[in-house]
Structure formats: C-alpha cells, structure tokens
C-alpha cells in the first residue's frame, strides 16, 4: 500500500504564512499527480490545488495568487506554501497521491490530514 503522510500544519494569524508537506512512499513506480484538499468543519472536502508530473497546476479560486503549489518529482514529494492566510482557510488539509505502484496497479491514496487554523 502507498503510504502518504503530511506534515507543517499550526496555528497562525490572519496574514500569516504555513507551508505543508507531503511525502508518498512505498512501492511507487510512478507518481502522475499530486494534490492538496481541505475540509473546514461542516463542509465538503475540497480541492485547492494539485500539480501533475509535467508541472501543470490547478488552484481553488479562493487561493489564486495566495499559494503555491510545488513538487519534487524523484522524492515523490509536494509542498503548499500559503501565503497571507484568511480565517476561511481553517480546515483539515489532505494529501492525494495518484499513480502506478509496482508491479502495474494503479493507486489514489491520501493521507491522514494536517489541521490548519487561522485565527482572525
């Protein structure tokens, strides 16, 4: 099983900054895309932003301009860095991992979350 892991969540004030990272590891042949979403408390889970392997990008409306997504490719690895926080970016952010593990069975895995909380 591939195992994602996320790290670099905290408390911060509105204006702050917090970078998460995320490692997928375990029998990985092949990473196409990763991905940061979140949950705020009584809401859906929902994509922020996600990143291929050919470096393409997608964000949330809600974060344009504010975070950045960013990978490394051979160390199976994505960092979110977010800038000038709001109070509606508290939740609970996830990572997903999609690809091909060993020997040719396709994965979508996310980790166990990492609490983001702006206090205003």
């Known amino acids: 099983q591939v195992e994602v892991v996320e790290s670099g969540g905290g408390l911060v004030q509105a204006g702050g900054s917090l970078r998460l990272s995320c490692a997928a590891s375990?029998?990985?042949?092949?990473?196409?895309?990763m991905g940061w979403y979140r949950q705020a408390p009584g809401k859906q889970r929902e994509a922020v932003a996600t990143?291929?392997?050919?470096?393409?990008?997608t964000y949330a409306d809600s974060v344009k301009g504010r975070f950045t997504i960013s990978s490394i490719n051979d160390a199976n690895t994505v960092y979110l860095q977010m800038n000038s926080l709001k109070p509606e970016d508290t939740g609970v952010y996830y990572c997903?991992?999609?690809?091909?593990?060993?020997?040719?069975?396709?994965?979508?895995?996310w980790g166990q979350g990492t609490q983001v909380t702006v206090s205003s």
């Open positions: 997903n991992a999609r690809g091909l593990q060993w020997p040719t069975f396709t994965f979508d895995s």
């Open positions: 990143i291929t392997s050919g470096a393409s990008t």
């Open positions: 375990r029998s990985i042949r092949r990473i196409d895309a």
